[in-house]
């Protein structure tokens, strides 16, 4: 009796163990999104002190180095354009706030003075011989910059429009007035002069504008690929892959408040990474599993395009790849990526939610390629990336904090995904 007791009590610690993450993760995130990482980017080093954070992890959790003996590190570099200065818009005498009441692009240049805008009507976009004059006049130093507003576009509008006006940014300054929610990313790519987005109401085509923008361009930075395995007992076992980025968009400039934390894109996502080593440490598998934490996905995929072209695995083994994206919320469920591809494989996984009631909803998606399934998805390797959905919406902004993050849902993703594998 004693020892059917003991055998219960064991059983249900372990599966408490397991899943009970949340605790975890909050430590983890909360780590990924503090200043001392200055959003896991390209200014102080960000996104490498992240990586040597994640190594300590992965080898606390009990994951092998993929790389050899001792290293989890793959690295690889590219072209970042940084801000690592002051950053100072002013209008009419008043100083805007950095990333609340102004945007700097992401590739804009240097700059230090006054701007002298001309008024640029949105209307040129149906006929470019008309931006032709006011071209001319910034050219010949009349002007040293375009004023553009985007007030009233939809969104997609607005996209459209900077897309085409940023390339006025070779010959002089380009301001947007713009009522669109702020969204930063990474510049792989330096303009000569700067790309300022200012929020509705804070300007207008004749106001006094004093900017000073410290951009620094950096050739070849260094970044990591961070990679740990749980080894089969069987040689010829197949492998899973459990993958999230760990980057983010960094800061611009030296103010504190002007760095974005990524909480939920995707300190939440690399958070479950090591919750799903955590889980297969304790309740080891048939397959070899890996993980990988991926940095330059937020400066175009970067981190997982180096891995597949390294073919530092064989993509034949791959029984399966889950890719882990904005796992801090799920009050409204998860969608999976390649669902609608993958049929089989999401009877499978929204089986199983409907059997356990662990999630509200499991919605299906087509083939995308904004995340780091992608590369491994056109070679063919089966893959979901996974996502979450609730209330918050913020992203790629200065608001993607930690206290935003409500992991309603975490612990349940955890045993879906863990019961999805275990059942492939």
Not at 103 to 130: A, K, M, P, Q, Y
Not at 318 to 346: P, Y
Not at 391 to 416: G, M, Q, R
Request: proline share 3%; aromatic share 12%; glycine share 8%.
């Amino acid at each position: 009796m004693f020892f059917k007791s003991t055998l219960t009590f064991l059983i249900l610690l372990l599966s408490f163990l397991s899943f009970g993450q949340v605790e975890k993760a909050r430590r983890v995130t909360e780590v990924l999104c503090s200043d001392s990482l200055y959003g896991r980017g390209y200014v102080n080093n960000g996104v490498n002190k992240a990586a040597d954070f994640l190594r300590d992890e992965f080898e606390k959790a009990g994951l092998k180095p993929y790389f050899g003996d001792s290293s989890y590190f793959q690295p690889f570099s590219f072209n970042v354009n940084t801000f690592p200065g002051i950053i100072e818009v002013n209008i009419d005498g008043k100083p805007l706030v950095p990333g609340i009441d102004f945007l700097v692009g992401e590739s804009s240049g240097s700059f230090n003075g006054e701007l002298n805008l001309i008024e640029v009507d949105t209307s040129v976009l149906s006929n470019h011989r008309l931006l032709d004059p006011m071209v001319e006049k910034v050219r010949v130093g009349e002007y040293n910059g375009f004023y553009i507003n985007l007030s009233d576009m939809s969104a997609q509008e607005a996209y459209s429009a900077v897309y085409q006006f940023n390339a006025l940014a070779i010959i002089g300054a380009v301001v947007y007035e713009t009522d669109q929610k702020f969204t930063w990313s990474v510049g792989r790519k330096q303009l000569q002069f700067p790309i300022l987005h200012i929020k509705e109401g804070k300007i207008n085509p004749k106001s006094k504008i004093k900017v000073e923008i410290e951009a620094e361009f950096i050739k070849n930075f260094e970044s990591k690929n961070v990679v740990g395995v749980i080894p089969a007992k069987k040689k010829k076992a197949k492998t899973i892959v459990f993958t999230a980025h760990y980057d983010h968009l960094g800061g611009m400039g030296t103010s504190p408040q002007t760095y974005f934390p990524g909480a939920n894109d995707n300190a939440s996502g690399t958070a479950m990474l090591i919750s799903m080593a955590d889980h297969f440490i304790n309740n080891p598998s048939e397959y070899n599993m890996v993980f990988i934490a991926f940095a330059g996905e937020e400066a175009g995929l970067l981190g997982s395009e180096y891995f597949v072209k390294s073919k530092s695995l064989d993509f034949s083994k791959i029984k399966f790849l889950l890719n882990l994206d904005i796992m801090g919320s799920g009050e409204e469920g998860i969608t999976a990526v390649n669902g609608r591809l993958l049929e089989k494989e999401f009877e499978l996984l929204k089986c199983i939610n409907d059997k356990q009631e662990y999630l509200s909803t499991v919605k299906s998606r087509g083939e995308t390629a904004n995340s780091d399934h992608y590369h491994f998805h056109v070679k063919g390797v089966p893959s979901f990336f996974i996502y979450s959905m609730g209330p918050n919406k913020n992203y790629h902004d200065v608001y993607d904090t930690y206290e935003e993050l409500s992991f309603a849902a975490y612990d349940n993703i955890v045993k879906l995904l863990v019961e999805f594998i275990e059942k492939l």
